[in-house]
C-alpha cells in the first residue's frame, strides 16, 4: 500500500457496495467504470479543475473507456484507484487507473479513459488549456 501511495499522491477510496456483487459472487465488471468516474471527477476536484470547468463552460468528456479486470473483488472491500496522465495532445489526453484492493493489497484492476476536452457553450471540441497542461504535465505517467 505505501508504494502505491506514494506512486498516486492523489487517489480515491471507494468502499466497494454489497450491490455492486453479481451472481458469480464478485464485483460485477461494469461496477469498475463507475469507480474509475469517481476517482476521474475526485481528481478534478482535488486540483481545483472542476471550478475552471464551470467558470470557462469547457470541460472533460470521455470518448473510450477500457478495462483490464486482473484479480476478481468481493465485499467487503476498499478499493484505492490511482491515476496517472498520458498523451497530453491540443485538445486530449489518457487518464490511466489502478485499483488497489486493501483486503488483498495488491492492484486488482486496471482501465483507461481518452478524455476529451469539450466547450459546453459552443458543442465544439476545445483546447487543453495551459493551466490543466501544466497541472497534467505533473502527474503524467512515466511508463502508463
Request: hydrophobic residues 40%; glycine residues 4%.
Amino acid at each position: 500500500m505505501e508504494k502505491f501511495l506514494k506512486q498516486y499522491p492523489i487517489h480515491t477510496q471507494i468502499q466497494v457496495p454489497w450491490g455492486d456483487m453479481d451472481a458469480l459472487q464478485h464485483v460485477n465488471n461494469v461496477a469498475y467504470f463507475r469507480y474509475f468516474e469517481t476517482a476521474r471527477i475526485d481528481f478534478f476536484a482535488q486540483l481545483g479543475l472542476l471550478e475552471q470547468a464551470q467558470a470557462s463552460g469547457i470541460g472533460p468528456v470521455i470518448s473510450e473507456n477500457q478495462a483490464k479486470y486482473i484479480k476478481p473483488v468481493v465485499f467487503p472491500d476498499t478499493l484505492s484507484i490511482g491515476i496517472k496522465i498520458s498523451n497530453i495532445e491540443k485538445d486530449r489526453f489518457i487518464m490511466h487507473y489502478q485499483a488497489f484492493s486493501h483486503a488483498q493489497q495488491k492492484i486488482v484492476t486496471t482501465g483507461s479513459s481518452n478524455v476529451v476536452m469539450f466547450n459546453f457553450k459552443t458543442g465544439q471540441k476545445a483546447e487543453v488549456s495551459r493551466e490543466l497542461l501544466d497541472i497534467l504535465d505533473t502527474h503524467q505517467a512515466t511508463t502508463p
